[in-house]
Nanobody, 118 residues
Framework: QVQLVESGGGSVQAGGSLGLSCAAS????????MAWFRQAPGKEREFVAQ???????TYADSVKGRFAISRDNAKNAVYLQMNNLKREDTGVYLC????????????RGQGTQVTVSS
């Protein structure tokens, strides 16, 4: 199992940047595919970005070109750099993990709030 704790959220004006971090504890962090999801008030949770064991990343169309996901297996951490933020990026951002053979992200953190104002 893996435990996840997010940090780095906050309030920023549209066009600004924020960096999120996710610290993982547990065994074999490098064996997990990591991802970020977000949930806005009144909306369903949505996928933001994913990074595989080898560092290959994929993004939701809404954040492509603005967000960058990365991981540091030596530090058991995954990051999300968010640039050119928009009001619609507001929400609770959650870090998630799954084993390669699993289809579902069974491990999630509590989340960190990101608020973008105009």
């Amino acid at each position: 199992q893996v435990q996840l704790v997010e940090s780095g959220g906050g309030s920023v004006q549209a066009g600004g940047s924020l960096g999120l971090s996710c610290a993982a504890s547990g065994r074999n962090f490098s064996g997990y595919v990591m991802a970020w999801f977000r949930q806005a008030p009144g909306k369903e949770r949505e996928f933001v970005a994913q990074i595989t064991l080898s560092g290959r990343s994929t993004y939701a169309d809404s954040v492509k070109g603005r967000f960058a996901i990365s991981r540091d297996n030596a530090k058991n951490a995954v990051y999300l750099q968010m640039n050119n933020l928009k009001r619609e990026d507001t929400g609770v951002y959650l870090c998630a993990a799954r084993l390669v053979m699993q289809a579902r992200y069974d491990y999630r953190g509590q989340g960190t709030q990101v608020t973008v104002s105009s």
